[in-house]
């Protein structure tokens, strides 16, 4: 006999009784029929022709006093045996098992009734509180070439989900793969460190984050009918259009690469890194299964795929250089550099911070080395005949401030220099004080011919400044004088900086420079074969600065600075990038968002890579949304009714016997009816009827009437007008 409990009959009133045993008189002496008594669940032994699944769901909740016989059985002194109960406690409480936080790993509880409870959990956890991991599968370890393939065995859903944690610092590689038996028609890899997608061998969508950063990620790629997407927590990174594709069974998945090297070669090699979780849609690819049960795919084969998310010894083969310590790091190093070295590792030697150059040279460092700069002083030589009364230089540079020429005599002197990107001249002379900018910047990378000349010596001075043969910039002086004559003797002047403890001021190249005709030699006397015999001139004082012949900037473009496959343009100290179409920004580290310009005209703009596509509003058609659509060309109105251009919509004006929104209806007679108790009339063909002054309907409509005097409506599908009022 077995008596069930329903919810019914088991409220939660904790003074309801329940009748266990309705009818019997007795229940047989359990030592004499060697039979037993089971309450709450039935025992391995419960019946012999019946298995314990047989059975039915064990009792969740308290008994109190349970008599049998007159006999009490619950609670009995017995309980305390070990054989006789089994989970069983003393006391009846129904507090909230999600007050005891069941659920591990960021799991959260949802209470399901008195005592019950479930887990949702958070990826990459399953069970029934969260509490297993799905197993990390690690490819390419010790540089190994691996993968895994899992058969499919169910027909195609609407939309397809894949979704996994990955974690690698590789740049490129395949990381699945879905195929049938006579195409490949879909597959995920990584290029450049973004995810990559490509639907039917054509259509191919790239992510714009970066995930090969030595950091799990979860990635989700997306097809739901002509659509596919690639998001990364849960943030999306691009959507294009696709011919749809559906999954069948026997179709095969391949996990970190494809059997045939030569295949993989194609999308980035095989994948180095981890996986986990792996799932198609609500199913798992579990390449080492967990304890919960869970519907997974079928794995036909694992190649070279370790067990967990193990790093690879970096460190091993020393990477670092002059003298660097190696900290090993998840699949990477790092290189702890003494104080004169950087770089990776540590492979730049900081040079100048080792002082090679003499006290009166300015260390510059190069990406290999080092130069030694040094401010070039000069003075006159023999004796300049003729007055200084102008000055040409050209030079090349980015920088925005620095000083050309300096020459400083007690209270005179001449500074020509860049300040805010402008040439400014200035140049005082007793108490005469002329200051000359340029009309434009000039730290643009080019080069540039400078001239700065005086004029009309008479009862006063003009002075001009001219760049590239250009509009001239005068200004006045208020007394007449030779006022570059205090350069003829006794004057030391410089190029490059104010004087030569202060430091190289210029970053670029300088032509040649002349004060009143006469060069400023970059070489040394020394360095000719023989003196020069003009009488009056200047040399080069400073024997220990070397000059570097020549003209030529940083190397901006090795190592290449531009991302996705943007080319380096190296524009002397500046570099820039010649992109893609798909790509923009400085460094091409951004995807184009075609709709910027808003080429929808009537519509909205979806960006898609390197391209958009418009959705028109309706009445517009074209790619751009630019053509207004006729809304009259294609109308349907019908038996020669007019049609009325809208916005949007069009309108049907009918002839006076037909109606309905085309036309197609006849406009059927009316007939008014004198009845014996008031007067009415009746629409759409409908005849009087004086027998209960009511209208006679054609088949197809019906009518209603509400007070005297009033109008029958016969209107088509038997559905009546409940909103006529009286006429």
């Not at 619950?74 to 305390?80: C, F, Q, S, Y």
């Not at 700069?373 to 003075?379: G, I, K, M, T, W």
């Not at 001021?505 to 060069?519: A, D, F, N, W």
């Amino acid at each position: 006999m077995r008596l069930l409990c329903s919810e019914e009959s088991c409220p939660r009133d904790p003074s309801t009784e329940v009748q266990l045993l309705d009818g019997a008189t007795a229940l047989p002496d359990p030592g004499v029929a060697r039979q037993s008594l089971f309450i709450g669940a039935v025992g391995l032994n419960w019946a012999l022709d019946r298995g314990v699944e047989d059975s039915p769901p064990a009792f969740l909740g308290c008994f109190r006093n349970v008599f049998v016989d007159s006999h009490l059985v619950l609670p009995a002194t017995g309980l305390r045996d070990s054989d006789a109960h089994t989970n069983i406690t003393a006391g009846c409480s129904d507090r909230d098992k999600c007050d005891d936080s069941p659920c591990q790993n960021r799991g959260r509880c949802v209470s399901q009734g008195w005592r019950r409870y479930i887990c949702e959990c958070h990826r990459p956890y399953e069970g029934d509180n969260c509490e297993e991991e799905y197993i990390t599968a690690r490819f390419g370890n010790r540089d190994l070439e691996s993968y895994a393939v899992f058969s499919l065995d169910e027909e195609p859903e609407e939309t397809l989900v894949i979704s996994l944690f990955i974690r690698s610092r590789q740049l490129n590689g395949l990381l699945l793969t879905l195929a049938n038996s006579t195409s490949q028609y879909l597959r995920l890899w990584l290029e450049r460190g973004q995810l990559k997608i490509q639907v039917n061998n054509f259509e191919t969508l790239t992510g714009q984050s970066t995930v090969s950063d030595g950091h799990f990620h979860l990635v989700t790629v997306k097809l739901e009918g002509t659509t596919a997407s690639v998001s990364q927590s849960t943030q999306t990174q691009g959507s294009m259009v696709i011919r749809e594709i559906h999954t069948h069974s026997g179709d095969q998945v391949f996990v970190g690469g494809l059997p045939d090297p030569r295949g993989s070669a194609s999308f980035g090699g095989y994948f180095k890194g981890c996986i986990q979780d792996l799932r198609i849609n609500s199913r798992r690819l579990q390449f080492y299964p967990i304890a919960s049960k869970v519907e997974s795919y079928n794995l036909e084969e694992l190649v070279d795929v370790a067990e967990g998310c193990s790093s690879n010894n970096a460190c091993a083969v020393n990477p670092c250089l002059n003298g660097g310590e190696c900290y090993s790091m998840w699949d990477d190093f790092i290189c702890s550099c003494p104080p004169n070295t950087a770089g990776q590792r540590c492979e730049e030697v900081k040079w100048c911070e080792l002082s090679p150059c003499p006290a009166s040279a300015h260390c510059h460092p190069l990406p290999q080395g080092f130069e030694c700069n040094s401010v070039f002083q000069y003075s006159s030589v023999g004796k300049i005949s003729h007055s200084l009364v102008d000055i040409t230089l050209s030079f090349r540079t980015r920088q925005t401030s620095a000083i050309l020429l300096h020459a400083q005599k007690g209270s005179d002197y001449l500074t020509v220099s860049l300040m805010n990107s402008y040439l400014v001249m200035e140049l005082q002379v007793e108490a005469d004080i002329v200051t000359l900018q340029s009309l434009a910047p000039l730290s643009d990378g080019d080069w540039h011919f400078v001239e700065i000349s005086t004029k009309n010596q008479t009862v006063s001075s003009r002075w001009t400044l001219a760049v590239d043969k250009g509009k001239e910039v005068s200004s006045m002086t208020k007394t007449a004088v030779e006022v570059l004559d205090f350069l003829k003797e006794g004057t030391d002047f410089f190029l490059g900086g104010t004087n030569l403890d202060s430091g190289v001021s210029l970053s670029g190249c300088l032509g040649p420079v002349k004060i009143g005709g006469l060069l400023l030699p970059f070489y040394l006397e020394t360095e000719l074969n023989f003196p020069r015999p003009q009488e009056g001139q200047f040399v080069r004082r400073n024997n220990n600065a070397a000059a570097q012949y020549g003209c030529w900037g940083k190397s901006v473009c090795a190592p290449n600075p531009c991302h996705n496959g943007g080319s380096c343009e190296d524009l002397f100290d500046l570099h820039e990038c010649e992109c893609p179409a798909e790509w923009t920004g400085p460094l091409c580290e951004n995807l184009t968002d075609s709709c910027n310009s808003s080429p929808c005209v009537f519509g909205n703009c979806t960006n898609l890579a390197g391209r958009f596509r418009c959705e028109c509003e309706l009445g517009f058609v074209g790619e751009q949304c630019e053509v207004e659509v006729d809304m009259c060309e294609f109308n349907s109105c019908s038996h020669g009714a007019t049609c009325l251009r809208g916005f949007q919509r069009y309108t049907c004006l009918c002839p006076r016997d037909m109606t309905g929104q085309y036309c197609g209806l006849p406009q059927l007679p009316l007939s008014m009816c004198s009845g014996t108790r008031w007067n009415y009339s009746c629409f759409n063909g409908g005849n009087c009827s004086e027998v209960n002054n009511t209208c006679s309907c054609l088949p197809g409509f019906t009518g209603q009437w509400y007070d005297t005097n009033i109008s029958c409506f016969c209107q088509r599908n038997l559905t009546p007008l409940n909103d006529l009022k009286s006429f």
